[in-house]
C-alpha cells in the first residue's frame, strides 16, 4: 500500500533519471499535470534561469570527475561573465577565504568579502540569546544578513558561501540579492565533510539511527 510520506528519498528505481522503468506510484514526476510542467517551464524562461541551467550542465558533462568544485566555481562565474565575487566567509575559514581570493584575482575577478562577525553586533542584544549561553562561542553573533546587504551594496554577481554555521547560512540565503553557490560546508566535527557522518552510519555515527 502507498505511504502517502514516500518521496524521492525512498525511492530505489530513479526513473526520472533513465526513463527505462516505471515510476513508483509515490513518485511526484508521475503526478505531475500537464500545467504543472508549463508553469515550471515558464520559471525557466524568467531571469537568467535557463541560462544559469544551462551552463551548470554544460560544466557538469564537461569537466564531470576532472575538476575540483573550486574550479568548477570559477568556471561557472566565467561562462555567465560574472566580474565580481562576494564571499560570505566565517571567521574560522578566514585562511581558506584568503586563498580562494587569491585564486579568483588570478583569474581576473574583482573580490569583495564578508565575515560572519561584520557589525560586531552582540547576540544578547539582537537574539536575545542567554548570556550564559555565549560563555563558549562569545557574545559577538554570526551576522548573515548584514553579510549579505554588505555583500549586496557592492553589487556582487555570485556570492559564494565559505563556512556559515547551519541556520546562519539560511539567513545569507535570504538576504543575498546575487546568486549564491557554497564552497565549504561547515562541519566543525568533520573537517567541514558533513557527508562523512552519513557514510559511517553503518558504524561509527550508528547513533544517529538510534
Ligand atoms: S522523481 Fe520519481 S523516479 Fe525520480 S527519484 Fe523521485 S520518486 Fe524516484
Redesign the pocket.
Known sequence: MENKNN??SD?A?????KQDKT??Q????QKLTKEDIAKIEQLYMEDNNREVSRVSAEIEAQFYCKYTRVEETIEFAKRLNMKKIGIATCVGLLEESRTFAEILKKHDFEVYSAACKIGAMKKTEITGLDKEKTLTTGNIMCNPILQAQTLNKENTDLNVVIGLCVGHDSLFYKYSQALCTTLITKDRVLAHNPAGALYQTGTYYKKLLQ
Open positions: 518521496s524521492c525511492c528505481i530513479i526513473n526520472c533519471q515510476y513508483p509515490f513518485c511526484p514526476t
